[in-house]
């Protein structure tokens, strides 16, 4: 039996934010990744409900939201999302299992969309090249390792010969 946490649909305090997402144009071509997604925070309750919307936009009705654990502040079970069709709660879940920047989300009848998250630090540059790589036609790319050519660590070279920044 879930617990009554388990059950609660959160709520976000503020409207949704128009996402930056890039999708792919024709889904005509089978591919690894159907676009990708930059959200300007690791918070899923602010970050999500945008982009719900504008997956039902532009294809259909959002049932469940897959994501990994470890690329979340929160974890919430269920999701209101509040859009032109009405109010109505959205399923997520949350697994360690899925690689790094992978987001699925579900439709009617088994359709899927499969999204890069890019994690949100990340710089405008590098977003929008990761994202253009998701959204190609034909992409073979898994989400692993588009991020891993995009992601490089700080570089803390300036501090180390000022000797700034320690």
């Not at 009554?4 to 144009?25: D, W």
């Not at 209101?80 to 439709?107: H, I, K, S």
Request: net charge neutral.
């Amino acid at each position: 039996m879930r617990s009554t946490a388990e059950r609660a649909t959160t709520i976000s305090p503020s409207p949704p934010s128009t996402p930056r997402v890039r999708l792919e144009a024709s889904r005509s071509r089978p591919t690894l990744l159907d676009g990708g997604w930059w959200p300007r925070s690791a918070d899923p309750v602010a970050e999500l409900p945008g982009l719900i919307l504008a997956l039902d936009d532009r294809y259909g009705h959002v049932e469940r939201v897959m994501l990994g654990t470890a690329d979340w502040d929160g974890r919430p079970r269920r999701l209101r999302v509040d859009g032109p069709a009405g109010r109505r709660a959205v399923r997520l879940g949350w697994f360690d299992t899925m690689p790094a920047g992978l987001l699925t989300a579900t439709y009617g009848g088994g359709r899927r969309i499969d999204l890069l998250t890019v994690p949100s630090h990340t710089s405008a540059a590098e977003a929008e090249k990761a994202m253009d790589q998701a959204a190609q036609p034909g992409n073979t790319v898994h989400t692993p390792e588009i991020l891993s050519a995009i992601t490089s660590p700080p570089d803390h070279t300036e501090a180390r010969t000022t000797g700034e920044g320690f």
